[in-house]
């Protein structure tokens, strides 16, 4: 089973709408999980961390986690052009701090 | 903003060359990791890097690779003896500065194509 799943989309959404991505990961990881964007040929760049249940929220990005359900989504307000990009979610094992990413969800903002 | 930088962009090598791909880490960093992404595929670890020791890694990190600090700033990664199958977009992050210690910022990345 793999540690860290996601859909690989595309998930297509409108200019202005709210783009939903989600994220389930086995109980063999941490606790703790981070968004990263990730756009062509380019690296991963942080948008958040999330280590407690519940919403956090940084601008228009809200980080989600679920405990119970071993579910962390990210909610991106008033999607751009410029969101469109790949979303990678990973967790940090639970032997140290190595990080296990997801395949990453592909959005694409249409203007 | 301080950001973690690598070096090169871009490498060429012939199958069964060495590469050293280096990476200079944010500066009041203490943790330092290697990961590796195949085109199309996910990222994946390979080694991370403590107190001037290997902390972790995974089953590619094999006999071939090798990680080292040289000095106070760089971070380095050798593939001795370079197969096709390396070639890759290879990640330098590092983490440990303040209270976020497990939060790793990546560098740009170094592409990798074997030949």
């Known amino acids: 089973q793999k540690e860290v799943e996601q859909n690989s989309g595309p998930l297509s959404v409108p200019e202005g709408a709210i783009a939903s991505l989600n994220c389930t990961y086995s109980d063999r990881v941490s606790q703790s999980f981070f968004w990263y964007r990730q756009y062509s040929g380019k690296s991963p760049e942080l948008i958040m961390s999330?280590?407690?249940?519940g919403d956090k929220e940084d601008g228009r990005f809200t980080a989600q986690l679920n405990k119970a359900s071993q579910y962390v989504s990210l909610l991106i307000r008033d999607s751009q052009p410029s969101d469109s990009a790949t979303y990678l979610c990973?967790?940090?094992?639970?032997?140290?701090?190595?990080?296990?990413f997801g395949g990453g969800t592909r959005l694409m903002v249409k203007p | 903003e301080p950001e973690v930088t690598q070096t090169p962009s871009h490498q060429v090598t012939q199958m069964g060359q060495e590469v050293i791909l280096r990476c200079v880490p944010i500066?009041?960093?203490?943790?330092f990791y290697w990961y590796r992404q195949i085109l199309g595929q996910k990222v994946e670890f390979l080694v991370s890097?403590?107190?001037?020791?290997?902390?972790?890694k995974s089953e590619i990190f094999d006999d071939q690779f090798s990680v080292e600090r040289p000095d106070g700033s760089n971070f380095t990664l050798k593939i001795r003896s370079t197969k096709l199958e390396d070639s890759a977009m290879y990640f330098c992050?590092?983490?440990?500065?303040?209270?976020?210690?497990?939060?790793?910022?990546f560098g740009p990345g170094t592409r990798l194509l074997v030949l």
């Open positions: 500066s009041n960093h203490l943790y």
């Open positions: 992050a590092s983490s440990g500065g303040g209270g976020e210690q497990e939060t790793q910022y």
């Open positions: 890097f403590y107190n001037n020791e290997i902390s972790e």
């Open positions: 990973a967790a940090i094992n639970n032997a140290g701090n190595m990080l296990t």
């Open positions: 999330i280590y407690s249940n």
